[in-house]
């Protein structure tokens, strides 16, 4: 008697292995004997973040705020989302996305209580990078965020390299922005607390879409064989693309308002230096905030009237300004022969 024996599936060269999808939902979705250990972990995780995150924030600490990102656990529920959506499990996309809305409550209310006992003088929106980079978010947030979205789920996607997601943590900013919420909102600075909201929003939804998308892709979408899960995943899909569409409104007029003010900033920058040609004087900055133009100039000697400079900006800019000329005196001390 010849016995035969079944031959291994081949492993697909770019699509998704069938055989991983047991081990890859075990990863992915909070579910079964071990949920609450695991939530537990979850939860833990997110306010060790939130801490190093809100005083790297409030420290100006780049390579803290890094940190806080490759702890926090955030990422995982959002890729759960689009993956449970690509597989058209709604039960599953449901308890992945009230765990995201759960985490994003958790870190605005920590930050708000963590900043509470920070003096207001050491808050600054103005002159901290790590705050003003998180409330004007533009169009390149987007294709950052899109990017890294589907850098994600192509690692989650592929058993070999599935834990390889901390670069992907840095290069997508989730906590961070979150943080800067809380602190706005403790300060009163409602306008920051929406910028940095808004960063955050750019953030989930491209890692939705650019993740769903590279998921499907590669064959997840596989799984859902039967008209509810594809009905499931079309909707989930459509309602991806809708929320980008409209996040991209707020960041098209933020990244236009941007063009026009660094525009406007090189225009008045030259028309300075014009005002300046003959003396001994150099442009230090120049910065256009609506009608007013701040220069800093630094040198020795006389100059021409300010009101002369104030009429050239005013015709290179199209409407009339207000010029606050700052002037840094230059000393030159020349040595003697030794």
Not at 52 to 58: D, H, Q, R
Not at 76 to 85: H, K, N, R, S, Y
Not at 145 to 170: K, N, P, T
Not at 202 to 219: Q, W
Request: charged share 10%.
């Amino acid at each position: 008697m010849s016995t035969t024996t079944a031959k291994p599936l081949p492993v697909p060269r770019f699509g998704f292995d069938p055989s991983y999808l047991p081990e890859f939902a075990d990863k992915l979705f909070i579910e079964g004997p071990q949920t609450a250990r695991r939530l537990t972990n979850f939860f833990a995780l997110l306010l060790f973040a939130t801490i190093i995150a809100t005083y790297g924030v409030l420290s100006n600490s780049t390579v803290t705020v890094i940190g806080a990102m490759i702890v926090a656990p955030l990422m995982g529920p959002i890729m759960a989302t689009t993956a449970a959506v690509i597989m058209g499990s709604t039960r599953r996309a449901l308890h992945a996305i009230a765990l995201v809305v759960a985490g994003i409550v958790t870190v605005i209310i920590s930050s708000f209580l963590l900043s509470w006992v920070v003096p207001d003088v050491t808050i600054s929106f103005t002159s901290n990078g790590e705050i003003t980079s998180r409330i004007n978010p533009g169009l390149y947030a987007l294709l950052t965020a899109l990017g890294a979205g589907a850098a994600g789920a192509f690692i989650i996607s592929r058993a070999e390299i599935a834990d390889s997601m901390g670069g992907v943590a840095i290069a997508i900013s989730l906590v961070p922005p979150l943080c800067v919420v809380g602190i706005s909102l403790q300060q009163g600075q409602l306008g920051a607390a929406a910028g940095a909201l808004l960063l955050f929003m750019t953030n989930f939804l491209a890692i939705l879409l650019a993740g769903g998308v590279v998921l499907l892709i590669v064959g997840l979408g596989k799984s859902a064989v039967s008209q509810e899960h594809a009905r499931v995943r079309r909707r989930g899909l459509a309602l991806f693309v809708m929320g980008i569409l409209l996040i991209t409104i707020p960041l098209t007029l933020s990244a236009y308002q941007a063009v026009i003010h660094a525009a406007e900033n090189n225009t008045a920058t030259s028309e300075v230096g014009q005002w300046l040609e003959g003396t001994s004087y150099r442009v230090v900055t120049v910065n256009v905030n609506d009608r007013v133009v701040i220069a800093t100039v630094e040198g020795a000697g006389e100059l021409e009237p300010t009101q002369q400079l104030a009429n050239q900006l005013a015709a290179a800019l199209g409407h009339p300004v207000v010029v606050n000329l700052r002037m840094l005196p230059v000393q030159m001390g020349v040595s003697s022969n030794p």
